[in-house]
């Protein structure tokens, strides 16, 4: 079965810079990466997604990559603010059955 | 407003005492699912229903049942919880199509002592 890996587990930056998660997937046939958030006490929330036969997707300060060949995609969010503090989840799969990654904890620091 | 409702919040139960979560969600979605999240883990899932009265294992059924008797509903049953069992639970509901975002619930919090 599919198995999602996800780095860092934590993040801090600064207001204003940039941040970066990765994850990585091990089955070639997924063809759907969304991601969410998830703020203290909600559930997770889509804020991205992308198709495989998509290469790169962006949403205001935020963006996704993908690469097939290597089996992994990548969250971009730029212009941190102090409410991009949360949990960020990955996942990858088919149709309606995916695979979520561990999580990584943003912090972004006034 | 379109939602998924879970109840209750919060659970504290003690080991081998039959417990209910409820789920519902009014935006007319085929598919619904129950995860659990764990420190580490990420959200797994227990069980899914693709419509009405039909439900299949996700990666972690044991211990758990569940029916879909209704399109709206999808509650989630422990006949005999166990501490092993102390987690936070999410439903989710998308579209049946492939590709549709899923919609969390704000969580259900239970704890087996």
């Known amino acids: 079965g599919e198995n999602v890996e996800q780095h860092p587990s934590t993040l801090s930056v600064q207001e204003g810079d940039s941040a970066v998660i990765k994850c990585t997937y091990s089955d070639s046939a997924s063809n759907y990466f969304p991601w969410y958030k998830q703020e203290l006490g909600k559930g997770p929330q889509l804020i991205i997604d992308?198709?495989?036969?998509?290469g790169e997707k962006k949403d205001q300060r935020i963006a996704v990559t993908l690469n097939k060949t290597a089996k992994h995609f990548s969250l971009h969010i730029t212009e941190t603010q102090p409410e991009d503090s949360a949990v960020y989840f990955c996942?990858?799969?088919?149709?309606?059955?995916?695979?979520f990654g561990p999580g990584t904890r943003l912090s972004v620091l006034p | 407003e379109a939602q998924v409702t879970q109840n209750p919040r919060y659970l504290i139960t003690v080991t081998g005492k039959k417990l209910t979560v409820t789920c519902s969600q009014n935006?007319?979605?085929?598919?619904m699912s129950w995860y659990r999240q764990d420190p580490g883990l990420g959200l797994r899932q227990i069980y899914y229903s693709m419509n009405v009265e039909v439900t299949d294992k996700g990666d972690v059924p044991e211990g758990y049942k569940v029916s879909r008797k209704e399109k709206r509903n999808f509650p989630l049953i422990l006949e005999s919880p166990s501490p092993n069992q102390t987690s936070l639970y999410f439903c989710?509901?998308?579209?049946?199509?492939?590709?549709?975002?899923?919609?969390f619930g704000n969580g259900t919090r239970l704890t087996v002592t």
């Open positions: 989710a509901s998308s579209l049946r199509q492939g590709n549709s975002p899923l919609h």
């Open positions: 996942a990858a799969g088919r149709g309606q059955n995916f695979v």
């Open positions: 992308i198709r495989s036969n998509v």
């Open positions: 935006m007319n979605h085929e598919y």
